[in-house]
């Protein structure tokens, strides 16, 4: 009985500290991503302003799903004014910033396009963004023996492996998405465009027909009058 009772005791120590662990472990933030899809009006510009700290990475892409000539300007800037990169008339792109204190802004320019307006997807990927937190603070918070820390660690590396492979598959899927809208629309547009002129070039020949079958029909008149 006194062994099952310290069995026990051992038992739910161990349990307390994996429970521990895995709290914190789900308190680990790798990276940061969100996505987001909008219209873009003709001849209008939207801009959009992402908070950084000093030593992250920012990290967007952008593709234009619709939209005629599937094409748009798009430039980020600094926390001073600085344009880090500009792209003109591009129907995607991907840049990497290492960024300091402040907001950073970039926009999406459609002025140029009188009359098409477009839909735009775009992607944040923030990297070391918890600067101000100590990744070994967990530790203080744990006790056991030092085998007992090296199995939790392993376990710790090997959850914090699948988490960023899993946020790295997410992240491939979702860009994976916008190509296949964009392919999708591009390939309406065209079926669309394909049908108007086979109906028109089916109206020309139609006209051209019966054109040609009323001059046929002229020559062949007897416009001679007959006197009798």
């Known amino acids: 009985m006194e062994v099952d009772r310290v069995f026990l005791c ?12 895995f709290v914190v472990l789900a308190a680990f933030s790798q990276s940061l991503d969100s996505d987001f899809t909008f219209t873009l009006p003709a001849g209008r510009k939207e801009c959009f302003y992402q908070t950084m700290k000093k030593d992250a990475s920012l990290e967007i892409e952008y593709q234009v799903l619709d939209g005629a000539g599937l094409d748009v300007d798009f430039f980020i800037s600094s926390p001073s004014g600085q344009v880090l990169f500009s792209d003109y008339h591009k129907s995607d792109g991907v840049h990497t910033v290492e960024t300091e204190d402040g907001d950073y802004m970039f926009c999406f320019d459609n002025t140029f396009s009188a009359v098409s307006e477009k839909i735009i997807f775009f992607e944040l990927i923030l990297d070391n963004m918890d600067t101000d937190e100590d990744p070994d ?92």
């Not at 051992?10 to 662990?21: D, I, M, N, T």
């Open 10 to 21: 051992v038992l739910s120590v161990f349990v307390a500290l994996v429970s521990e662990r």
């Open 137 to 228: 603070d967990w530790k203080e918070y744990v006790h056991g023996t030092d085998m007992l820390d090296m199995k939790l660690e392993d376990i710790m590396d090997t959850i914090n492996s699948v988490k960023a492979r899993l946020g790295k598959s997410v992240q491939i899927q979702t860009v994976l998405r916008a190509f296949e809208a964009r392919d999708r629309n591009l390939q309406e547009s065209n079926f669309d465009r394909v049908n108007f002129w086979s109906v028109i070039n089916l109206i020309v020949m139609l006209l051209v027909s019966a054109v040609q079958v009323y001059l046929v029909r002229s020559l062949f008149e007897d416009k001679r009058k007959i006197r009798t």
